[in-house]
């Protein structure tokens, strides 16, 4: 069971944190990933972190504004998002071992 939560409508530069909870498996032994996806658009995967959280990776698109972290002790992962710009706007999906949440909704837009 994967959660998300933390979208909104926020002005182009602003900033976003968005969470993820999980249950139902081992989180501290799941690498974890975020995706997105636009309006009309596929399914993007722009940021993920493995177990431990020592290793992230980031689609070229969002390096330098996208953080992603996680929180083992809370089963949840987090993304901080910042300098959002209005092609940021998106459905935002958790997922790890085929699991996926419902998505939440950022909206970049003045």
């Known amino acids: 069971h994967i959660v998300e939560s933390g979208g909104g409508l926020v002005q182009p530069g602003g900033s976003l944190r968005l969470a993820c909870t999980a249950s139902?498996?081992?989180?501290?032994?799941?690498?974890m990933g975020w995706h997105r996806q636009a309006p009309g658009k596929a399914r993007e995967y722009v940021a993920s972190?493995?177990?431990?959280?020592?290793?992230?990776w980031y689609v070229d698109s969002v390096k330098g504004r996208f953080t992603i972290a996680r929180d083992d002790a809370k089963n949840a992962v987090y993304l901080q998002i910042d300098n959002l710009k209005p092609e940021d706007t998106a459905v935002y999906y958790c997922?790890?071992?085929?699991?996926w949440g419902p998505g939440t909704q950022v909206t970049v837009s003045s």
């Open positions: 139902g498996f081992i989180f501290s032994q799941s690498d």
């Open positions: 997922s790890a071992r085929g699991l």
């Open positions: 972190v493995t177990t431990g959280g020592f290793v992230s």
